[in-house]
């Protein structure tokens, strides 16, 4: 009997709290066989470029084997290029074992790839935050939970690329400052996805000028303001209205989702605000960030993207993932 009670408690106890993983991944163009216009060249369904159902097949089950591993309760993507898309990776999934029941996607605007989210928990709602009206900035996607009676508002976002100046970085980024003004910076919020920029943006580039037209702002640093703590997460104090990058709560070694000619990057965040931090309702669980590194995942030392031909007219090989690393941070629901 005495054993059954200390099971008995300690299953209440285990029940007592959920643990809520969430993850990020750009999937590098996942572009469906439906022809709209705005694919990349290589991208056009049945093309000389063999982007064709057996390829395609094999992105997706490629794919949907990293995700089925990493099994988040929330899963944000980048470079998803529709709906049917995102709806064939879903399937994708379920045939592994994997069933996503709520998802939604960036698609009111047409940029040539766009943001989504897959989710085991429902959402209270989920729309779209338009940065401009121009293609050269994706929409951000805005979905609110309600977990254990707790709100959890995720932002996911794909920033303008390196192509481009700092300052295309800053559009989004003040976009996203003034709804998250609107909706309070004391509520549970996580912002993450592809932001384009280092979690010390500001430092790195300052060496590079075609980035540097803002005279040293960063969108992620400043207008963000994760500038202000960099410590630890269990180290760190309460500072107003700024968001706390995760990397810094790993090794140096350790961060990095992304590899360019040999040298390993952060492109990929997440941050968090304040009340995540204070270790009440939902908060950050300390240490628990990571990026996936699985093996399969590398070929030698770079990562195992997708691949495709360097050829005139480039043609896709069947063969490997994605460009960049997965993200994963743990939650503790109380």
Known sequence: MRHLLLALLFCATLFGEKILKIATYNVENLFDMQKSGHEYSEYIPNSSSLWNKKNYKIKLNNIAHVIKEIDADIIALQEVESLQALLDLRFALKQNGLYYQYYSIADKKNTTVKVALLSKIPFAYSKEISVT???????????KFKIEENELYIFVNNWKAKSGAESERIVSAKTLKKRIS???FDKNIILLGDFNSDYEEYIKFKRKRKHNDTNGITGINHILETINQTDKASKVKYVKESFYNLWYDTEDQKRYTYIYKGKKEVLDNILISQSLLNEQNISYIHGSITN???????KGKNIYRWEVSHARV????GKGYSDHLPLIAKFRVN
């Open 133 to 143: 009206q121009t293609y050269e900035h994706r929409n951000i996607l805005e979905t």
């Open 314 to 317: 480039p043609k896709h090989k």
């Open 292 to 298: 996936f590194k699985k093996e399969y995942l590398f």
């Open 182 to 184: 609107e909706i309070g």
